[in-house]
Every structure is written in C-alpha cells, then in structure tokens.
C-alpha cells in the first residue's frame, strides 16, 4: 500500500493482560481503505484478543487506536460501532432465543414512531441484506436457535454489514460453513473490499488469507512477528513465521508504525 | 423445527406444503397460535372441569369462577414481572415478603401517618399512600438490582436475603400489630362486595377490549401489506377475531352472572330506592377491581416484554448475556430496571391483598414467593433464561389458583393440597421441558 495514505485503522502498542497473563503484548497493526489485511497465528497468540480491543470488548491496558490518523477512545462495542466497526465474531454472539432480525438489529432497533418496536421494518431490512448475502434464507421468525450452522453464521455476517461498516472484523468467519456458503463469504469479502471497506480477517485456513488478504500479519505467544505483503511471501514462509516466529530473509515488514520508528 | 422454518410468514406457505403438512399444522401454522399456550388451556381446562365433576358441579359457578378470579390476582400481578427476572436468567425469592413490607407501610401510611395530618377518609390519601408504596418497592427493587448487577451478587442470594430481611422488616413497621381499618377509597383494590364496577361497566370494558383485538388484528394486517409479507389467510384471521372476542365476552357473561349476595344486594336497593322484591334482587357484581388491576398489569407487562427496547434487551439478556454486551447493550442497567419493575408490582400486589382483607399483617405475602415462581414456570418461563411470556404466567397462576381452590372446595385437608401442587408443578415442568426438547 502507498506510504503517503493515511490509514483507516492503526493500533500502536497495543497491551492487554488478564489477571497477570499478557494476551497480547506491545501489538501494532494497521489496515487501509479497501484493504484486506489477514491476521494469522496459533491458538492463544493473542489475534482475537487484539480485535476486541478495536471492537469494544475488551479494552487495553495501554497504546493508542487511531481512526483516520485520529487518535480515539473505544471503551465498549457501542463506540465502536458508532465509528464504523463492525466486527463478526468467532462464537457468532447471536441471541439463540430471538429471531434473526432482532439478532440483526440488536442493540440498534428500528422504532415506530410511537416509540415502539417496528419489527415488521426490521424483517423487511433483514430479508433485503439476505437476499444479497444468502438468497436461499428462509427461517425469518424462527428463533436462530433453529437455524443451521451456516445459517446462524448469515445472520452474523448481515448484521456486520448492515449498518455500512467501514472497517470489519471477521473472526473464523467461514469456520461453521460448508464449501458453497465459504464461497459466498470469499466473494462477499471481494465485494466488500471493492467498496472500499477495510477488513481484519482472522483465520486458521491459511489458504483463505492467502487467497483473500493484501497483507499478513503474524501473531505468536502475544506478540507481533511481522506484517508482510501477501506476494511477498509464499505459504510456508508464513507457516514459518506463524510456528518459529522468525521472519523471511530479505522481506519488508510492511508495517507504517513500525517502520516510522525504526 | 428444522422442516418447519419456512412455513410461518415464511413466504412459501403454498398450499402444496401446507396439504403435506396436515390439516391440524396447516390450522396452527395459518392462525399461528402458539402451542405451548393452547397446551395450557388445554390443561386448565381439564383442570376446570375435573374439578367440576369431583366437586358434584359448585367449580364451574359463576360464584366460584369470580371468587377464583380475585384470589387469582394478587399472585398474577407479581407473575407478570417475575417473568422478566426469570427471563433474564435471575430469580426473585424475596416478592412474598415485599409485599408484606411494603402492605404494612401503606398500611401505617393510611392508619398512623396521614390521619394527623389530613384527618381519616381524606379523598388522596389512597393516592399518596399507593405512590409512596409504588416509590418504595421501586426503590428496594433498585438496590436488589444494583447488587445483582452491578456488585455480581447471584439474585438467588440477594433475593434469599430480602425474604428475611423484608420479612422481618414488615414485623417492624408496626411491631407486629395489624393495622386496620384501611382508607375505604384504598379498600376499593380489595374486590370486596363495593369495590367492584357492575355489570354494565363490565360489559363496556368488554366491548373496548374486543375492539381492540379487532384494531390489532386489523393493523397487524396493515402493517405486513405495507412491506408485501405473506397475510394470513383471511378465514384464520376471522377465526381469532372471533375466538379472542367470545372468550373475552364469554368470561364477562360469567363473571356478570354471579349477583350481589343478599346483604348488600339489600344496602343496594335500599341506596336506589329500589323496591325489595319477594324473589330477591339480582344485581350483578360485575368485575372486581384486583381482577382489573391484574389485568392492567398484564397488558402492561405484555406491551413492556414484546415492543419495547428494553423488553427486546431482557429477552435478548437471558438468550445470551455476552452476545447482548457485544450488541452495545447495557446490561447491568437493563437487569437493575427488571427488579424495579418487579418491586413496583410487589407495592401494587400489596395494595391488592391488604385492601382485600382491609388490614395490614406482617404475614401478608408469607410464600406467595414460590406461588409466584410457579405460575411464571409453568407458564413457560425458563430458568435457563430467554424463555417465557406473560400471558403464560397469568395463566399459570390461575392454575395454581385453580387446583387450589378447587381441593379447598373438596374439602381436602391442606397437607394434601401442598402435596398436590407440587406434584403437578413438578409434573408441568416436566412435560414442557419434554415438549422443549422435542421441538428443538
């Protein structure tokens, strides 16, 4: 990406610790307009905690999130969510008992005029965002509960991008999904991204960043190994990376922050 | 569950697939009656008319059916809240022994505190006493709520607490006395022989309510043409137009047919001027005030759970607290207006029974806690959270009132009515969590 943009996103030295456990330790990480930037790991190196940071769950102990280039205080989802961020989380974090537009417009209902509930606008909006993500949705007024895997995971996946997210956080989200619902998410990513949407995506499947991402970014034990461009490298590079926590020869870490203070 | 997902205002309810599916789903998935909820009917019902036979025909009296209806109301007005903390993945042990606290300060109110000031019988002291009432279980509610919510103290310890302490608490208001005579206008909540509102009354609020089913049918309609949703077919919507305006008509027939006993019969003839006839005079008591108190409380609650925010959130809460969290929502404020809620019903509930018995005793309420939690189960209402309605919870304290009431007029020694009931609460759960499991 060119050096002279701003970027969307830009989290600098990121730390949170639990009762004495650090996640994640001094993390910096970026992301771009229109950029998909894979974020990868093993388990427990600190990628999703990171991503809770930006999304509201969880806040930091210390460092700086700037949206923009503008430095801003996220302490729960709803600031979050009023910057732009949209996040799909790995556990879904669907309400099991209500139906799917109630999952979609939770926490930000549409109203009647008279101050209540217009759950009939909400089934509208929902069928519509559902129509373009999975057509063949059907169970509107069926708990979620009833719904299948890859169902649940639509609903998720429509709430995000519902509300013209400008940055999406995707953790696992083709974990629950079969090979044609994968697909769909693949080419909804690449739409997301045409439309300038910057997106983190967290995933074990290695060949889903590579097939998606722009830029990699390595996590091992809560740190940050390095952030690399995608033709770069080659996958077992990034395997290496991922597993040893060491660096390609002769590869620039395509990360602004960190190169800034190099 | 699965096959049936695309059926209901799904969009694809052809009439192929609703010839595959059978007439009596077809019936279900068109009117969209809940199941569970016939299920009950079905069951008190059958409860009714058990209760008729064994009885040799005193249960299904009018007499009966109304007397059912007050003893009814007090246990339902707290039901309709203990839904939502139920709901919301808490419990509330403490409603039996907040109503006796806050009946003996409404009780001292209108006995020791507002008489030296305003003089007895002063026209707003059943206003400023059922508001100062109302404020307190508010407030005690509150500070359930905040050391549930935002201090993590489990409900079921706070709430155990509050039985003992409100308990104790309501010997204290008046070290133990009973505190009677009340305010004859506050005495009107009782549904004593004056404090009901009368045939024609009855039938007017019976009129306006089937209007409303109508409205509401008719702007439900309304509301899905306005985005092209798949109707109900028009027979199903005449078919619960109808059902709905007969029960409600049907129950105030009843309940109009029970008259004034003699005595006040005669204080009423005799404030008329009306002749004493030889048959006697037949004047319909109409709906006592509790049974309207209960049921206002109900379309309130009702209105509260299902288009508010807060009623979405509570749901939403007991579902999946984190996912609730991460939607933005504040759920520790959210819990804490539950148990305001349920406080301020406690307050009306207490207003009821003390008006009801027209003196206020610190036993007032002793147990009502687990009479309360029963009819919110077996209404429906889940411990494991995200589950339950209000008008399931009323429905089940008429069970519980029923079967009550019912042993009481078999002479059954009361030992054996505790057995009983809770044999069949037990019994209820059971067979709905059975029903649960199936449908998921």
New interface residues.
């Given amino acids: 990406m060119s050096e002279n943009r701003t970027p969307l996103v830009e989290m600098r030295n990121i730390y949170v610790s639990f009762g004495g456990v650090h996640a994640v330790e001094n993390a910096t990480i970026d992301l771009y307009a229109g950029e998909v930037v894979g974020l990868v790991g093993g388990n427990g190196a600190g990628k999703s905690t990171l991503m809770k940071v930006l ?3 969880y806040r930091a102990d210390s460092g700086q999130i700037l949206i923009d280039g503008k430095r801003v205080t996220i302490n ?3 600031d979050a ?1 009023v910057l732009g961020i949209e ?1 799909i ?1 790995q ?8 139906d799917a537009p ?2 979609m417009f ?4 549409l ?1 009647t005029k008279w ?3 217009d759950d ?2 909400m ?2 909006a929902s069928r519509k965002v559902m129509g373009r993500l999975n057509p063949v949705f ?5 708990p979620v ?4 895997g890859g169902q649940r995971q639509s609903v998720a996946i429509a709430r995000a991008i519902h509300f013209n997210a400008r940055i999406l956080i995707m953790d696992e989200p083709t974990a629950a999904l079969g090979p044609a619902e994968t697909a769909q998410v693949r080419d909804l990513v690449k739409q997301l991204k045409k439309e300038g949407i910057g997106i983190f995506l967290i995933s074990h499947e290695i060949h889903d960043v590579f097939d998606l991402a722009d830029r990699i970014t390595v996590m091992k034990t809560a740190r940050m190994v390095g952030t690399v461009n995608k033709d770069d490298v080659t996958t077992d590079e990034v395997l290496a990376m991922i597993i040893g926590g060491t660096l390609p020869q002769g590869i620039a870490i395509t990360n602004a922050y960190t190169e800034a203070r190099v | 569950m699965a096959e049936a997902t695309g059926v209901p205002g799904g969009g694809t309810g052809s009439l192929a697939q609703q010839r595959q599916i059978g007439p009596v789903r077809a019936f279900m998935n068109a009117t969209e009656i809940d199941a569970r909820m016939l299920g009950m009917i079905v069951a008190l019902a059958v409860v009714w008319i058990g209760f008729h036979i064994m009885s040799g025909g005193v249960f299904l009296t009018p007499r009966n059916l109304w007397n059912l209806s007050v003893q009814t109301s007090t246990v339902a007005i707290m039901a309709t809240g203990m839904v939502l903390v139920i709901v919301s993945r808490n419990i509330d042990l403490s409603v039996g022994s907040l109503l006796g606290f806050l009946a003996m300060v409404m009780g001292a109110m209108q006995t020791e505190i507002l008489p030296p000031l305003v003089g007895y019988d002063f026209a707003l002291t059943w206003i400023i006493t059922l508001a100062v009432g109302i404020a307190l279980g508010a407030l005690i509610g509150a500070l359930h709520g905040f050391v549930i919510a935002y201090l993590g103290v489990p409900a079921f310890i706070v709430t155990l607490g509050g039985l003992l302490v409100w308990r104790g608490a309501a010997w204290w208001v008046a070290s133990g006395k009973t505190l009677a005579p009340l305010d004859s206008t506050f005495g009107m909540m009782g549904g004593g022989g004056h404090a009901t509102i009368g045939a024609t009354a009855s039938w007017v609020i019976g009129v306006i309510t089937c209007i409303g089913i109508l409205v509401g049918i008719l702007n439900g309609r309304r509301q899905r043409q306005r985005f092209n949703f798949p109707l109900r077919p028009i027979w199903a919507e005449t078919f619960l137009a109808l059902v709905g305006c007969g029960a409600v008509l049907g129950a105030i027939a009843v309940i109009n047919a029970y008259p004034m006993p003699v005595g006040l019969a005669r204080q009423y003839a005799a404030a008329h001027n009306i002749p004493w006839p030889d048959g006697g005079l037949f004047v319909s008591l109409g709906i006592a005030t509790p049974v309207l108190i209960a049921i206002a409380a109900a379309v309130v609650m009702t209105f509260i759970a299902n288009r508010t925010r807060f009623g979405r959130y509570v749901f939403a809460i007991g579902g999946n607290p984190e996912a609730a969290e991460l939607g933005g929502i504040n759920t520790r404020w959210i819990i804490m207006k539950v148990f305001i809620l349920m406080g301020v019903l406690c307050a009306i509930s207490g207003a009821v029974a003390s008006a009801r018995l027209n003196a206020a005793t610190n036993a007032l309420g002793t147990l009502d806690e687990l009479y309360v939690i029963a009819a919110a189960v077996i209404g429906g209402a889940s411990f494991a959270g995200g589950i339950g309605t209000v008008p399931g919870a009323m429905l089940g304290a008429l069970v519980m009132q029923s079967l009550q009431s019912g042993m009481q007029l078999m002479g059954i020694e009361s030992p054996l009515q505790n057995i009983v009931s809770g044999v069949v609460l037990v019994i209820a759960v059971g067979i709905d969590t059975a029903y649960r499991k199936r449908a998921a």
Avoid: C
């Fill in positions: 999304s509201g769950a729960n989802p709803r969510k996040t989380y556990t879904l974090a669907l309400a099991d008992n209500v109630a999952n939770l926490g930000r209902e109203m101050g209540t509930l009939v606008a089934e509208a059907k169970g509107f007024k069926t509960k009833a719904l299948s």
